[in-house]
């Protein structure tokens, strides 16, 4: 029951930085890639998770993969310390132009979702990913 699972991992993160109901964690880093879609994590284009701003871990329907998988929700994500991104390949041209400078849309590119409160967030991109663009 992956949504039995996701809560019994949510409370292990909970016990493990001893946190009250309504306290993030501050993980001292998280590694994401961005997907070709513009998805991170499984945060995926269209799903119920990106709406998701209390829990830390989410299960999350992926219609387009036709299963459920378990996720850092975006405010758990943005609480960390330090969130690095790394996206790589052609096949990310667009979809990082539109992530990093195109109109926002977190629905479209749940990628955009990812801005630390009080944490830094650093990019690696390949050249072919960056493609004509300079970031």
Known sequence: DIEAAALAYEKKIREFFSLADGQWAAFDL???????????????????????TRRIVVANWVEKLSTNRMTLTYPAINHAKNVLFMAAGAAKTAPLKEVLKGEKNP??????????????LYWMIDEAAAGDEKY
């Open 30 to 52: 998280v590694l994401l890639g961005m997907g070709d879609d513009g998805h991170t994590a499984s945060l995926f284009p269209g799903t119920k998770a990106l709406s998701e």
């Open 107 to 120: 629905n479209l590119y749940p990628s955009q979702l990812i801005n630390p409160e009080n944490g830094k």
